[in-house]
């Protein structure tokens, strides 16, 4: 079975890349904010959005680059049909589609929201699979990324919640 899997080479460490092409200058911009979050101590998140094309009987990825560990990922996908979504760690996706190990699996019909923690550091894939669809889907990902929390942040301060006795 055909995929497509590859990267946009736009900036120096880019948080997502996807299709078998550019995306062009807007997509840039995007990486780069993107990667504002891991590289900026001040920056607590941020999003993007990416828009593919998933032709009958194919499967896209969308590559989520340099995810460290402990970071909460939001992902909301909007598509015009079926379509399974499957997120998966870069070691995952040398095997698919032969059976793996998702972080998430779903299958939706017009949208699908789910959030995760990020269990190790790494590349990270968002799977589009329409392999057992007969028409052409259109989906649009939002994606959000929130920096882990700080080893060094002081606890929250719970002294004025009561206690029962």
């Given at each position: 079975m055909?995929?497509?899997?590859?990267?946009?080479?736009?900036?120096?460490?880019?948080?997502?890349?996807?299709?078998?092409?550019?995306?062009?200058?807007?997509w840039?911009?995007?990486?780069?904010?993107l990667?504002l979050?891991?590289?900026?101590?001040?920056?607590?998140?941020a999003?993007?959005?990416?828009n593919?094309?998933?032709?009958?009987?194919?499967?896209?990825a969308?590559?989520l680059?340099?995810?460290?560990?402990?970071?909460?990922?939001?992902?909301?996908?909007?598509?015009?049909?079926?379509?399974?979504?499957?997120?998966?760690?870069?070691?995952?996706?040398?095997?698919?589609?032969?059976?793996?190990?998702?972080l998430?699996?779903g299958?939706?019909?017009?949208?699908?929201?789910f959030?995760?923690?990020?269990?190790?550091?790494?590349?990270?894939?968002?799977?589009?699979?329409?392999?057992r669809?007969?028409?052409?889907?259109?989906?649009?990902?939002?994606i959000?990324?929130?920096?882990?929390?700080?080893?060094?942040?002081?606890?929250?301060?719970?002294?004025?919640e009561?206690?029962?006795?």
């Open positions: 055909m995929h497509s899997r590859s990267s946009v080479a736009a900036a120096p460490s880019p948080l997502f890349t996807t299709g078998l092409y550019s995306l062009g200058r807007a840039c911009t995007v990486l780069v904010l990667s979050i891991f590289l900026c101590p001040a920056v607590q998140a999003k993007a959005e990416v593919s094309k998933v032709p009958p009987g194919k499967w896209k969308v590559r680059k340099n995810l460290p560990e402990g970071a909460g990922l939001g992902v909301k996908v909007i598509a015009n049909g079926s379509l399974v979504v499957i997120l998966v760690h870069e070691a995952e996706l040398k095997r698919y589609p032969a059976p793996v190990s998702p998430f699996q299958t939706l019909e017009r949208t699908l929201s959030s995760v923690v990020i269990p190790d550091a790494g590349n990270y894939y968002v799977i589009l699979d329409n392999r669809g007969t028409e052409e889907r259109r989906a649009r990902i939002l959000q990324a929130k920096r882990p929390a700080s080893r060094t942040d002081p606890p929250e301060d719970r002294s004025t009561k206690k029962k006795i």
